[in-house]
């Protein structure tokens, strides 16, 4: 499988430009460059960036300058502490992963959206596609529905194609349906070129890492449940990434996982062998990865509940 090179070890800075109040304030001030100067001292290699369309794109579609300012100060913090940086498109117009409480709907049916994703894009990799190979492109962040994938694996196609005519040479993520789920991976197309990289995500078992969650109906919130019943081991992980690594074997290609981690509920001891377990998979098979989340959305490393074993939770990043 192919290695990844600079987007090894890397750690997510989720809830500034995505999943937020979009307030100025709070995108002026909830992540600065002693953020990434942190990350770094952790000894990861590059971020992750969520964003959404709305932070990029005025409501009739056209590019916001202002709003590029955030992704330039990232791009700009992220290189003066030498880290690598992935700009993931977190939402885009018509569509968001949370459907359990956002109404963003109809992108997979609409030329018209899928236009304006195509465009988007295209900006980003005006804007940033020089930047390779530090800065990787994330095109969509977990597509949900199974019925969705023929489509995606389409308007993937096109919107690489696009990119491609700016930027030769970036590194793309793709992901699968099941909101990124490993065991979906085997259902995207082959990629479109070498620089292409299949993306999963991994909260798995999520009555163990999400357990208490408000946000989903997939878990009983009141569920408690100890690392030694949650069924979690190297085996399980084996398991559950076995068609991924597979398909990206198959195709040549490299298996990312942009997203993984266990929710505050969760002790900080049991967090520290869920980490300890997941990540000895991780580096067995050279699978690149970024933790959720550096700081607050329920699951921040830096938050003062994990001061106790924070050190080991960053050797095992």
């Not at 959206?113 to 190979?133: M, N, T």
């Not at 479109?192 to 993306?199: L, T």
């Not at 009141?222 to 990434?241: A, D, Q």
């Not at 050279?286 to 607050?296: F, P, Q, S």
Request: aromatic fraction near 14%.
């Amino acid at each position: 499988m192919k290695k990844i090179n600079g987007f090894n070890k890397g750690v997510n800075l989720g809830g500034w430009l995505s999943q937020c109040s979009y307030e100025k304030e709070h995108l002026d001030t909830f992540v600065c460059e002693k953020d990434f100067e942190i990350i770094a001292s952790w000894g990861a290699d590059h971020v992750r960036v969520p964003f959404d369309y709305n932070i990029i794109e005025n409501s009739d579609g056209t590019f916001s300058d202002e709003g590029f300012a955030y992704l330039d100060k990232a791009v700009a913090c992220a290189k003066k502490n030498g880290l690598n940086i992935i700009l993931d498109l977190h939402k885009t117009a018509g569509f968001s992963f949370d459907y359990y409480s956002e109404s963003e709907s109809g992108f997979f049916d609409s030329a018209e959206y899928q236009e304006r994703f195509y465009r988007l894009w295209e900006e980003v990799a005006r804007r940033y596609g020089s930047l390779a190979p530090n800065a990787a492109f994330e095109l969509l962040n977990e597509v949900t529905d199974a019925e969705f994938i023929d489509k995606w694996n389409m308007i993937a196609k096109e919107c690489i194609k696009r990119i491609r005519k700016i930027a030769p040479d970036i590194l793309i993520l793709v992901g699968s349906y099941h909101n990124n789920s490993a065991d979906t991976v085997q259902f995207l197309d082959e990629p479109f070129d070498s620089n292409v990289i299949y993306n999963m995500h991994c909260y798995e078992p999520l009555k163990f890492t999400h357990q208490g969650a408000y946000w989903t109906n997939a878990i009983d919130p009141k569920e408690r449940i100890p690392f030694e019943n949650s069924v979690t081991s190297p085996e399980y992980f084996e398991e559950l990434f076995s068609t991924a690594i597979a398909k990206a074997e198959e195709n040549g290609s490299g298996l990312y996982c942009g997203e993984y981690g266990c929710i505050d509920v969760v002790s900080p001891e049991d967090t520290v062998k869920w980490f300890r377990t997941i990540n000895s998979v991780f580096r067995k098979h050279g699978i690149g990865r970024a933790a959720w989340n550096y700081k607050a959305m329920d699951f921040g490393l830096s938050d003062r509940r994990l001061d106790g074993v924070r050190s080991q939770l960053i050797e095992l990043l």
